[in-house]
């Protein structure tokens, strides 16, 4: 841990505190992308101290073209849960409690075991439960979204804000997770539809890809553990009011918003 990496992330930290957004820490630092995870570790650790939360698990991000290229990126990144962060569907949520939220519809996996090294598609697919999602990212950072560098999202967890889940049910086959409609409707009305193939051709890639990045860092998926796997459309701002996601088979999760 180099000394600018504590310094990024106790400005992070101190963030999270006041809840008074910070500038890019890219303009005052230099960070590559193993020193932006090493940051994010290292925030973890004092989030985990104040809150008295646990990791919950892993969000994916950036599993398109166009938005591993707003971070000059040609991979996805991946973000902690924290148990703090892990909201019940039908739950409410404020506005107020958040920095600049977004939202993405997104399914959910949860594991049944620890994930082994280099754990193929069979494998994976016999160790998770699957559930219906949405997830609030947010950034601690000021006018964040499209505007960040890969070491400004790495380092302030991915943006991890809030993760919506519902209820898990039994995986489906693995060509079936490629073909999953989403539905997205905000007071009653439908405000955005997608599919799965979004999320690197299928969303058990992401899982895979998540599984394999943990490993080249000395971590592992274990069981319990919930992954968010990237969102199915392009991420919208959340504002108040009741969304509903539905992704047929896997089922529907809703949250209501206030201000």
Do not use: C
């Not at 990024?8 to 957004?21: M, R, Y």
């Amino acid at each position: 841990m180099t000394q600018a990496n504590q310094h990024v992330s106790s400005a992070l930290f101190n963030a999270f505190k006041t809840h008074q957004p910070i500038e890019f820490i890219s303009k005052s630092y230099s960070l590559n992308e193993s020193e932006a995870y090493h940051t994010q570790d290292d925030l973890i650790k004092q989030l985990q101290s104040y809150e008295g939360s646990k990791v919950a698990g892993y969000k994916v991000s950036m599993t398109s073209a166009a938005t591993q290229a707003i971070a000059n990126t040609n991979e996805p990144a991946y973000g902690t849960i924290l148990s703090s962060k892990v909201v019940k569907g039908g739950d409410t949520i404020s506005l107020s409690k958040l920095f600049s939220p977004l939202l993405e519809p997104e399914i959910l996996f949860k594991l049944t075991a620890d994930l082994p090294k280099d754990a193929d598609n069979l494998t994976i697919l016999s160790n998770v439960k699957v559930a219906a999602g949405i997830e609030i990212p947010d950034a601690r950072y000021i006018d964040w979204f499209p505007n960040f560098t890969l070491a400004d999202l790495i380092s302030d967890d991915t943006a991890t804000g809030l993760i919506v889940v519902g209820k898990f049910v039994d995986p489906l086959d693995y060509d079936a997770f490629a073909n999953i409609p989403l539905s997205l409707v905000k007071d009653g009305k439908e405000i955005a539809t997608g599919l799965s193939n979004e999320v690197l051709g299928n969303p058990i890639e992401s899982v895979k890809w998540l599984n394999n990045k943990l490993q080249s860092q000395d971590k592992q998926l274990k069981k319990d553990q919930i992954i968010s796997s990237e969102t199915f459309i392009s991420p919208l701002t959340l504002e108040e009011g009741n969304y509903t996601a539905s992704y047929g088979e896997v089922g529907s999760v809703d949250i209501t918003v206030t201000n």
